[in-house]
């Protein structure tokens, strides 16, 4: 059985929208993560709600009201809590239509096109999660 690759939706736009990634990296310092000045990156592609079956198969700890999830296209990735080779990367922060959403789950399906991030609301976007005075959704 063939698989369906559907990485030209990612680019198409009438199922998608802009969206900034903020980006943070750092390092162990003395027992505690130090974390870099934030990058923030440009990414296209298609931006949902979570559907409730979705929801559903997340771990409980997971689950949260205001779910999102947000699709892009390889080479491009999107990324929760990471560590190796004694660097550490903070889950990757989603500004979308002024509010900003915290990555808790990634699922790769680079093998059909795309890569799904799941997120939960943090709030309202302000100066200080851009790192300018404007956002762009």
Request: charged share 25%.
């Amino acid at each position: 059985m063939g698989r369906i690759n559907v990485s030209r939706l990612m680019n198409d736009p009438a199922f998608s929208s802009h969206y900034t990634v903020k980006r943070r990296k750092g390092r162990w310092v003395n027992g505690r993560v130090e974390l870099d000045a934030p990058e923030f990156l440009q990414y296209y592609g298609p931006v949902q709600p979570a559907t409730q079956k979705e929801i559903d198969q997340l771990p409980e700890g997971d689950r949260q009201n205001g779910t999102m999830k947000f699709f892009c296209k390889p080479p491009k990735k999107l990324y929760i809590t990471s560590e190796g080779g004694g660097k550490v990367g903070a889950s990757d922060e989603i500004i979308y239509r002024g509010e900003l959403y915290k990555i808790f789950a990634v699922k790769d399906w680079t093998a059909h096109g795309y890569i799904r991030a799941f997120a939960y609301s943090l709030g309202s976007v302000d100066d200080a999660d851009t790192g300018n005075s404007k956002v762009n959704s």
